[in-house]
């Protein structure tokens, strides 16, 4: 069966929780409400064993907007922007504990 479009986040994270053999019941979740004004809210899970690691940042009531960037408005409806993290801080630190060996 062909399968069209991409998976979800959820299911992505999962996928790679199953390639790497990752042991579910030993993921870490981490809830960031840093700036209440924002409205939004930003869940980080995360699986690491053996040096391997997989994670998930999901934003809640989140706009289709870049997580830390300034909220703007271009004229339309994208959504709440995230200052509960800097989505850059966060791939970098990701990317950079966990180096392609």
């Known amino acids: 069966m062909q399968v069209h479009g991409?998976?979800?986040?959820?299911?992505?994270?999962?996928?790679?929780?199953?390639h790497n053999?990752?042991?579910?019941?030993?993921?870490?979740k981490k809830m960031l409400n840093a700036?209440?004004?924002?409205?939004?809210?930003?869940?980080i899970q995360e699986v690491?064993?053996?040096?391997?690691?997989?994670?998930?940042?999901?934003?809640?009531?989140g706009g289709h907007t870049w997580p830390g960037s300034a909220p703007f408005n271009i004229?339309?409806?994208l959504g709440n922007t995230t200052s509960?993290?800097?989505i850059n801080e966060v791939m970098w630190s990701f990317f950079n504990?966990?180096?392609k060996r």
């Not at 690491?48 to 009531?61: F, R």
């Open 6 to 18: 991409y998976a979800s986040a959820p299911a992505t994270y999962t996928y790679w929780l199953t």
């Open 21 to 28: 053999k990752l042991p579910s019941q030993k993921e870490s």
């Open 35 to 43: 700036n209440k004004k924002d409205n939004t809210s930003v869940t």
């Open 48 to 61: 690491n064993n053996k040096g391997i690691t997989v994670s998930l940042a999901t934003v809640e009531i």
């Open 75 to 77: 004229g339309y409806p």
């Open 84 to 86: 509960d993290i800097d």
């Open 97 to 99: 504990k966990n180096r």
